[in-house]
């Protein structure tokens, strides 16, 4: 496999949803270390081959710390009383969602919908109104870039913390500042973050399921014409 096609494997979403949090998780834990004096970190020198693998690093750091985000998501689901996306689609288009897919498909599906019906619906949408589903799709990579940026939002707010309560014992009184601030905005960040992750989650289902109802009947046109 040559680079032109290495590189053509990341899209924007890839960048959006990995390497942004996988940035400010690399970047917070090299603070925290710092600042913790659990040992000296080598300084860095900004070259073509430090950028490179710092982006190497920070990518494969969004990869891998991509689920650490999930109890956060789930915290604030469960302090909201709110109810998943997923979860809200009325009971009426439900059903014919159903049936639609029940008639295009020819699968006989079971009386509870479930995530798999929109993953259907979604397929459909995907292949035959790619232009309607690209809104989709932008909405599920703000939607994944958000849901990742939660941890490195809280790894910095407790930077803050234990940057605050350093100062405090070295008789600073900014460090009760610092300590204030940094629960104040660490907590707003989390959940305005967490608010945009869940109207973007709603925008894309809906957007699916909208585009969905419009292409049944858009075939149906056709088969009379036909």
């Not at 990518?59 to 710390?65: E, H, K, M, P, S």
């Not at 009325?90 to 929109?118: C, G, H, Q, R, V």
């Not at 703000?142 to 940057?163: E, N, Q």
């Not at 109802?213 to 046109?221: G, N, R």
Request: charged share 25%.
């Amino acid at each position: 496999m040559n680079s032109k096609d290495f590189l053509a494997k990341f899209s924007f979403q890839d960048i959006l949803a990995y390497f942004l949090p996988g940035t400010a998780t690399t970047l917070g834990v090299y603070v925290l270390f710092s600042e913790l004096n659990l040992f000296e970190l080598p300084s860095l020198e900004a070259d073509i081959f430090t950028g490179i693998l710092f982006f190497l690093v920070s990518f494969i750091v969004g990869i891998t710390l991509s689920g650490v985000s999930r109890p956060i998501v789930n915290f604030f689901y469960w302090l909201k009383k709110k109810e998943r996306p997923e979860n809200l689609i009325p009971m009426e288009p439900k059903y014919k969602l159903k049936e639609a897919l029940s008639e295009k498909l020819n699968i006989e599906f079971t009386e509870d919908w479930n995530e798999e019906y929109y993953l259907f619906c979604r397929i459909m949408v995907k292949e035959l109104l790619p232009s309607s589903f690209s809104y989709s799709y932008r909405q599920e990579g703000l939607r994944l870039m958000r849901t990742y940026m939660l941890f490195p939002v809280l790894l910095w707010t407790t930077i803050g913390l234990i940057h605050g309560i350093n100062d405090f014992r070295d008789l600073k009184w900014n460090g009760v500042v610092l300590m204030v601030l940094s629960l104040l905005l660490g907590g707003l960040l989390l959940l305005n973050i967490w608010n945009r992750m869940h109207k973007n989650k709603e925008r894309a289902i809906k957007n699916v399921l909208v585009s969905f109802i419009c292409l049944d009947k858009i075939l149906e046109e056709k088969r009379k014409e036909g």
